[in-house]
């Protein structure tokens, strides 16, 4: 077989010397301006005397006139194979006249003999190229034919790490249970000695966002061995076989380089649960996971090849990938708390100048619920804000805005709002303001603003005092209130409602119902669930709600979820009539200033109990 290099180099001398044949013919054909003419009008030229001499350049004739005839010069051509003086006389020019012309014959020069046979070469040359890049070309897609069947698995070295565990923050627990495979690819005899096995495969369970794939970069990193990355999707393909071939691929080549890490991002991409395909259960992806299989707990696996895989869908993923032998640990990277959060936060504030005013306890506190991906989002957005405002660091401001703009979009200023809907607005969400500071079991409000975000009009944002896994009851029965709180100020206050509040019903409802139906806070309905959701694996969402129960149930629960409401209803119709005067003004001051901080509302409002 040629070598590349060498191949490379007769494709660079065929264009060199295609590229000096069309230099060599453009210069041949260079001339300067010279006018040309008939070898009749030369005749008559010669016969009227104006011609002194004409230089003979094979079928070329270069004239050159007399001075007082003519003082430019000119060229000809006569018939090949024809010698100047037979043509001219047979054009009628005088024998006298003919003598009385200088005539000489000039040889072509080097160049111009190189020039007529680089041009003669030359398509011969490009015709040549052409065919050559044409065998490339098929010998090239045959190759790749041979190579459909390789792995795509992207390979880093262990000897320059980028991620360690001290850049992973909020999830100790995970990086406890992964200590153990770093521990195992550096100290191998240590767990031999005792007779233990180290888990072959480890999942990583978790939302969207949480840090799965840093997690396994970090283990990675700390263990200074071989890693290995591919996503479930680049095994399989529309032809059949391919996926599995991969596989195969993948794990030689693992075993190669072992002590190593092979890393699945997304497996449930190629680990679905089998035989709940829509087109037959021997397809292409099952092949694949079969393959996956056998290669993770088969007869041959005396290998020290560790698998880490993540997915946010652990529940479509095959049984048999899940036991133990294959995937015998799953570790869970649940959202952060908020001590996760502050530590998440300290590691994205890295190199960033920042204000004295930031305060991340504070930060933490104002987003529960965000994941890793979420906070370092927030992180950029703030430090965004800081550079379109020309500041030369990150303020508490900023990174308040930045939240806000990650939960609800960004300012829509531009949106035209008349005065009375601005008003009708302002009055909602100080509805939602009070009822919520008057009820004891809802969040604290940190903020009221009038101003348009996103979708919404305008938002009230509570702020908790600490995360929660557990809720209550009453908890949700003030939730309830306070969700109807903005819906109740437009009645109280205008008589009449709006399409404002069609969110809040919606989630009214919804909670109401799940009250019901699925946490068992009816005292009628007893502690019982209502309802089985369904699921297509191969859909892979929840598509429909089984009713296990009958028409009479039925109405039982639409009557306790309207109770919940209705007593919400009234319990938030109570405390705005009671205080309808602090509504009012709180009303009034979102209309002058367009957001209220918490401090500012809370001096507004003194404590009272919640109306019953």
Same mark, same amino acid.
């Given at each position: 077989m040629v070598p590349k290099v060498f191949r490379n180099g007769l494709v660079y001398l065929l264009l060199l010397t295609a590229l000096a044949a069309f230099v060599f013919t453009s210069f041949s054909r260079t001339r300067p301006n010279v006018p040309e003419i008939a070898i009749a009008d030369l005749a008559r030229e010669v016969t009227a005397g104006g011609v002194q001499r004409i230089a003979v350049k094979g079928n070329e004739l270069q004239i050159t006139y007399k001075p007082e005839y003519k003082s430019t010069s000119a060229i000809s051509r006569k018939e090949d194979g024809v010698g100047l003086g037979d043509t001219l006389k047979d054009l009628g020019v005088p024998e006298d006249k003919?003598?009385?012309?200088? !005539?000489?014959?000039?040889?072509?020069?080097?160049?111009? %003999?190189?020039?007529?046979?680089?041009?003669?070469?030359?398509?011969? !040359?490009?015709?040549?190229?052409?065919?050559?890049?044409?065998? &490339?070309?098929?010998? @090239?897609?045959? %190759?790749?034919?041979?190579?459909?069947?390789?792995? &795509?698995?992207?390979?880093f070295t262990g000897d320059k790490p980028t991620v360690t565990f001290a850049d992973v923050a909020g999830c100790e627990e995970a990086k406890e249970e992964l200590q153990e495979v770093v521990e195992f690819l550096k100290e191998p005899q240590k767990f031999a000695a005792l007779g233990a096995r180290i888990p072959k495969g480890v999942l990583?369970?978790?939302?969207?966002?949480?840090?799965?794939?840093?997690?396994?970069?970090a283990v990675s990193g700390e263990a200074g061995v071989p890693f290995f990355s591919?996503? @479930?999707?680049?095994?399989?393909?529309?032809?059949?076989?391919?996926?599995?071939?991969?596989?195969?691929?993948?794990?030689?080549?693992?075993?190669? %380089?072992?002590?190593?890490?092979?890393?699945?991002?997304?497996?449930?991409?190629?680990?679905?649960?089998?035989?709940?395909?829509? @087109?037959?259960?021997?397809?292409?992806?099952e092949q694949t996971l079969n393959q996956l299989l056998v290669e993770m707990d088969g007869f041959d696996t005396d290998t020290n090849v560790i698998i880490i895989a993540a997915t946010n869908r652990p529940d479509i993923l095959d049984p048999a990938l899940l036991r133990p032998g294959r995937f015998d640990r799953q570790v869970v990277m649940d959202r952060p708390d908020m001590k996760g959060r502050k530590a998440i936060l300290e590691v994205?504030?890295?190199?960033?100048?920042?204000?004295?005013? !930031? %305060?991340?306890?504070?930060?933490?506190?104002?987003?529960?619920?965000?994941a890793g991906a979420d906070l370092e989002n927030m992180v950029n957005e703030g430090a965004i804000l800081a550079a379109r405002r020309n500041k030369r660091g990150i303020g508490m401001s900023e990174f308040q805005e930045a939240i806000e703009r990650v939960i609800a979009g960004p300012e829509r200023r531009s949106r035209l709002i008349s005065a009375?809907?601005?008003?009708?607005?302002?009055?909602?969400?100080?509805?939602?303001?009070? !009822?919520?500071?008057?009820?004891?079991?809802?969040?604290?409000?940190?903020?009221?603003?009038?101003?348009?975000?996103?979708?919404?009009? @305008?938002?009230?944002?509570?702020?908790?005092?600490?995360?929660?896994?557990?809720?209550?009851?009453?908890?949700?029965r003030d939730e309830l209130a306070g969700l109807l709180g903005g819906r109740v100020a437009e009645e109280i206050i205008f008589g009449d409602v709006t399409t404002g509040a069609s969110n809040d019903l919606e989630r009214v409802t919804k909670l109401a119902r799940q009250m019901v139906t699925q946490f068992g806070m009816s005292d009628a309905m007893g502690p019982l669930q209502f309802g089985q959701r369904e699921e297509m694996i191969f859909l892979g969402r929840e598509i429909s709600e089984q009713r296990n129960y009958s028409e009479q149930v039925a109405r039982e629960i639409d009557k306790e979820v309207r109770r919940f409401i209705d007593e919400a209803y009234e319990r938030t119709h109570a405390i705005l009539s009671t205080y309808k005067d602090k509504l009012t003004a709180v009303a009034h001051r979102l209309m002058e200033v367009e957001t209220l901080d918490m401090t500012e509302f809370a001096a507004m409002l003194t404590p009272a109990p919640a109306a019953a």
């Open positions: 003919r003598q009385a012309v200088a !005539v000489e014959v000039v040889a072509p020069s080097r160049w111009e %003999n190189w020039g007529a046979i680089l041009g003669t070469l030359l398509p011969l !040359v490009l015709v040549g190229a052409f065919f050559f890049f044409l065998m &490339r070309q098929a010998q @090239g897609a045959g %190759n790749q034919a041979f190579a459909f069947g390789k792995s &795509r698995a992207r390979m990583l369970i978790g939302a969207p966002g949480t840090g799965k794939t840093l997690m396994a970069k591919i996503s @479930g999707s680049e095994f399989v393909e529309m032809f059949v076989g391919v996926g599995a071939s991969r596989v195969r691929d993948l794990f030689e080549q693992a075993k190669r %380089n072992s002590p190593c890490i092979v890393f699945i991002d997304e497996i449930d991409a190629v680990g679905r649960h089998r035989g709940a395909g829509l @087109g037959g259960s021997h397809d292409e992806r994205h504030i890295k190199g960033k100048p920042l204000l004295p005013d !930031v %305060n991340l306890e504070t930060l933490a506190r104002q987003t529960p619920g965000f009375h809907e601005k008003e009708v607005i302002a009055f909602h969400e100080a509805g939602h303001a009070v !009822v919520m500071h008057m009820l004891p079991n809802c969040d604290p409000v940190h903020k009221i603003s009038v101003i348009s975000r996103g979708m919404a009009l @305008g938002y009230t944002m509570p702020l908790p005092k600490e995360d929660r896994v557990l809720y209550s009851r009453d908890k949700y």
